[in-house]
């Protein structure tokens, strides 16, 4: 047993020791570039599976083995750990610092929960939509970050307001005679009509009788008292109020598990909407960043994919996928009524009440729109603008008032420019005192560089690099060909069954690896597929690169979930059985996607001039 505990303790040391050590006949025996790639590949790609080493160390092994191999010279490696899409992640995380620097993010999800109203299912609505817009720009990770707190704070004010509320009606209702009867609507409104026990006296018989009318005549929700009005023979001239406690199999649930589907429901929101809200965007997450760069990289002369052509094909998978989620989680915790959800002039319960309440309060303590927020909302608007506008397609962009430089500007250029604009515009303006004169202050500028190095991903970034010298390598030393050779007979199958299978596979995987290690793992393997069989390679790229962020089934799948669980609403199978419905809907959407709307956007069922040609040699 010591034995046992004491590998258990060391697993991950022994995984990093064995890992290069069991795979090292590879290149020992097959003594080929291709081989000793693929050894590097193989040991990086555990690593990161298993995450035996942080993600940013293992992506640093090919830096150092491609040059001991003689598959790449060292400076050559260093130059695929910086490149454009490092600059377009520095830009966004600038703006990223200033949106949550002053409180820019909180405004928004409020404003947008407030819209939508307090109903339980459009309370969870508001928070999706909010959540999923914060995430369109900023990491997925900070949006559930930051919308968190505000569910929390609802979801509490929620258990107080309707205790009182609970409190309320037991102090008024237990066992008190009112002669006057002298009972408030609400509560006579749920009291049984009892015609046939006007006259009894024997309080059994009472309960015998309630319990059969309660057999037939309702399905309401049960609570743990029945209370009814009970005539005072012989003269009737009192009416008394009986409380009488049920048997357990006529209880409810209790006031614990009565609430409970609301708080769970309102958690998953926050971690799927801000997954789902992340696809929207090619800056909205590290997988379609990564999946940017490695295509541009690999295909050079193709301009397709940029931030306005990567919106328009996701923006209506992005509203499918929310819809049927919200739909999906209101129907699994709360059912879906829709009498009650789109009734008009319906009087709000408590927790509604204390939902409203809570959100106009922490509203108002924001105060009016400050400066520095007014400054953040102009340069997000702007950058949002010159992204859309560079080369939108159907219409001429602003990259083409630079016609000698076609393809120089990208939206890492965009980024970078407005990025800049933080350090330097001020966040405080001249105010005038009393007397009419300036107050001076110090000049400081939006954001420091302490601020933006806190928020910057710097794993992410080395993770990333890390990636692209995998795939550099697999260029040089030919193993990409070798794949491409060997993945050619597949072209025998559908074409949907092949991008259904792949869909899935990644879907699987990044359940138990990182994000942007799965879809750096895959794009390599994927690229040859399409060009072995001959298919556009945006066919098989966009699904698998939008499939990665389906990490829903677990706590430990993505931050945004591990950042929900940790609030301590959720249990392993809350999650589990609520993400494998948000898995399925995902993919079912993407599959329909990339068959229909996403076709005509790059012609894909033509293949691409700026695709390789795998000749029929090389397949053999």
């Not at 205790?163 to 006579?188: I, K, Q, Y």
């Not at 760069?293 to 992005?318: A, M, V």
């Not at 993770?463 to 390598?473: P, S």
């Not at 393997?525 to 677990?554: D, R």
Request: net charge positive; hydrophobic share 50%; charged share 15%.
């Amino acid at each position: 047993m010591k034995i046992l505990s004491y590998l258990l303790a060391y697993r991950r040391f022994l995984l990093i020791v064995l890992t290069p050590l069991l795979l090292l006949p590879l290149p020992l025996i097959i003594k080929t570039k291709e081989a000793e790639c693929a050894y590097t590949l193989f040991v990086v790609a555990i690593f990161w599976l298993t995450e035996a080493l942080p993600l940013a160390v293992s992506a640093l092994l090919p830096a150092f083995m491609f040059p001991l191999f003689g598959i790449m010279e060292s400076k050559q490696v260093a130059s695929a750990y910086f490149k454009d899409f490092h600059l377009l992640l520095i830009g966004v995380i600038c703006l990223a610092t200033s949106i949550e620097k002053w409180n820019f993010h909180k405004r928004v999800a409020l404003r947008m929960v407030m819209l939508v109203g307090v109903n339980p299912a459009w309370l969870m609505l508001g928070f999706m939509v909010s959540c999923a817009f914060l995430s369109m720009w900023l990491s997925n990770t900070s949006a559930a970050a930051m919308v968190m707190p505000i569910v929390e704070a609802v979801a509490q004010q929620i258990i107080r307001a309707e205790t009182e509320a609970d409190a309320l009606e037991m102090s008024c209702s237990n066992g008190s005679v009112n002669p006057a009867l002298e009972l408030d609507g609400r509560l006579a409104a749920q009291f049984l009509s009892l015609p046939n026990l006007i006259l009894q006296q024997d309080v059994t018989t009472v309960w015998e009788v309630l319990c059969a009318q309660l057999k037939m005549k309702t399905k309401k929700k049960r609570s743990r008292y029945l209370r009814c009005l009970f005539f005072n023979a012989p003269n009737m001239c009192n009416i008394v109020l009986i409380e009488v406690s049920l048997p357990t199999w006529l209880r409810g649930k209790s006031k614990k598990d009565k609430y409970s589907g609301v708080f769970k429901v309102m958690c998953l929101c926050v971690a799927y909407s801000a997954t789902i809200g992340g696809l929207t965007t090619i800056t909205g997450t590290s997988t379609n960043l990564i999946f940017a760069e490695h295509f541009n990289t690999r295909y050079s002369s193709c301009q397709c994919i940029n931030f306005g052509s990567w919106f328009i094909l996701s923006i209506p998978i992005t509203v499918i996928i929310l819809v049927l989620s919200w739909v999906w989680l209101q129907w699994l915790f709360l059912g879906f009524d829709f009498k009650n959800m789109f009734k008009c002039g319906k009087k709000k319960t408590p927790r509604e009440e204390a939902s409203a309440q809570v959100i106009q309060e922490e509203y108002k303590k924001l105060g009016r729109m400050s400066y520095p927020e007014i400054v953040t909302l102009i340069l997000f608007i702007l950058m949002t603008l010159l992204w859309f506008t560079r080369e939108p397609g159907f219409i001429p962009g602003w990259s083409s008032l630079f016609p000698k430089y076609k393809g120089y500007a990208t939206d890492s250029t965009t980024a970078l420019v407005i990025g800049i604009l933080f350090f330097i515009i001020p966040a405080k303006t001249l105010s005038k005192t009393s007397n009419g004169e300036n107050t001076v202050f110090g000049y400081t500028p939006l954001i420091t560089w302490k601020e933006f190095q806190s928020c910057m991903p710097w794993e992410i970034a080395i993770l990333v690099g890390g990636g692209f010298a995998l795939a550099d390598g697999c260029e040089v030393s030919k193993l990409s060909e070798w794949v491409a050779s060997k993945l050619t007979p597949l072209g025998s199958l559908p074409l949907w069954l092949i991008i259904l299978i792949s869909c899935l596979i990644v879907t699987s995987v990044t359940e138990v690896a990182s994000n942007p290690a799965t879809i750096t793992i895959f794009l390599p393997i994927l690229s040859p597929l399409a060009e072995a069989i001959h298919v556009n390679p945006l066919f098989i790229l966009i699904p698998a690169t939008l499939c990665t962020s389906f990490a829903s089934l677990l706590p430990v799948a993505n931050p945004a979930n591990a950042i929900v669980f940790s609030y301590g609403h959720l249990t392993i199978m809350d999650m589990v059985k609520a993400g494998l419905g948000i898995n399925i809907i995902g993919v079912a959407v993407v599959m329909l996607a990339i068959m229909t709307w996403i076709v005509p956007i790059f012609d894909l069922y033509t293949y691409p001039s700026w695709a390789p040609v795998i000749s029929a040699a090389n397949s053999t």
